[in-house]
């Protein structure tokens, strides 16, 4: 799906705003701004079938999710 650059924009700057100073969130975070549970994350990613649609890394033992991705994801 394309997404909309002033959709974007928009949500890009309200996660910042929510979180000044962060490139990343952890799992909680991330599934706090999806509406999600956080086990619903874990889930995902665990299934062969269906991988969680948000690119993450490992940091050490944590997930981190790039909030420009989060917010790609968000406006789609």
């Given at each position: 799906?394309?997404v909309n650059q002033e959709i974007?924009q928009e949500t890009l700057s ?50 981190r999710f790039n909030i420009v ?8």
């Open positions: 799906m394309e974007f309200n996660i910042k705003a929510m979180h000044p100073n962060k490139l990343a969130l952890d799992v909680e975070k991330t599934a706090e701004l999806l509406g999600i549970e956080r086990q619903t994350i874990y889930n995902s990613m665990r299934k062969n079938i269906k991988s969680f649609p948000i690119k993450h890394r490992k940091v050490g033992r944590k997930l991705d989060i917010a790609k994801f968000l406006s789609q």
